[in-house]
């Protein structure tokens, strides 16, 4: 996972990727709820640039608070 940060309580969230064997895991969507849960006890906001991080902020309504509006 590769994010920016732009300010001290905002991040952009620019990729997620796995290698191709740990795919079938669920390792990337477990890297997006540590990123959810470290901004939350950070008190960051995250930007959803990455496509996938994205699509698992619509998946997860409950996690809205964790993003950037």
């Given amino acids: 996972m590769t994010f ?3 300010a001290p309580t905002l991040i952009i969230a620019d990729h997620t990727g796995v290698p191709a064997a740990r795919r079938e895991t669920s390792a990337e ?10 901004a939350r006890a950070r008190g960051i906001k995250i930007v ?14 409950g996690w809205a608070d964790a993003f950037a509006t």
């Fill in 29 to 38: 969507a477990t890297l997006v709820e540590y990123m959810v849960h470290d």
């Fill in 48 to 61: 959803p640039l990455c496509p996938f991080v994205n699509a698992q902020r619509r998946k997860h309504p």
């Fill in 4 to 6: 920016s940060v732009t």
